[in-house]
């Protein structure tokens, strides 16, 4: 019997690595706040502005206007697609605090923790 593959656990990540769609699959199952740090490194990755070629490297402290060429439109689509997959409301307020990879990591991080009602 052929076995079907899983189907993707959300359209918006289709073209994401498997590794990353296990990530967010584990999110969804068990709430692992550690896979919500790969899903978000990869959406940054992925919405950089002109991504073309490899990807760069990424830490916590890689910048996204430098670094990675983010301008306010890109950020802002970022953003939302963040808010899409997580099912959060980010604010400008939010957003003003981000400055790196790291930074939006915990803002995601600190946002599903409020909605959870965790601290």
Known sequence: MTQIPNPVPCPALARFPAAVLEAFQRYRAKGDVGSVEEVVVAAAIDHRPGAKG???????????LEDLAY????????????????????????IKGVSTVGDLRACVIRKIAGKSGAA
């Open 54 to 64: 490899p990807p760069p490297a990424v830490t916590d402290s890689t910048r996204l």
């Open 71 to 94: 301008d306010s439109v890109s950020v802002a689509e970022l953003v939302f697609f963040l808010e899409d997959l997580f099912d959060l409301t980010i604010s400008t307020d939010d």
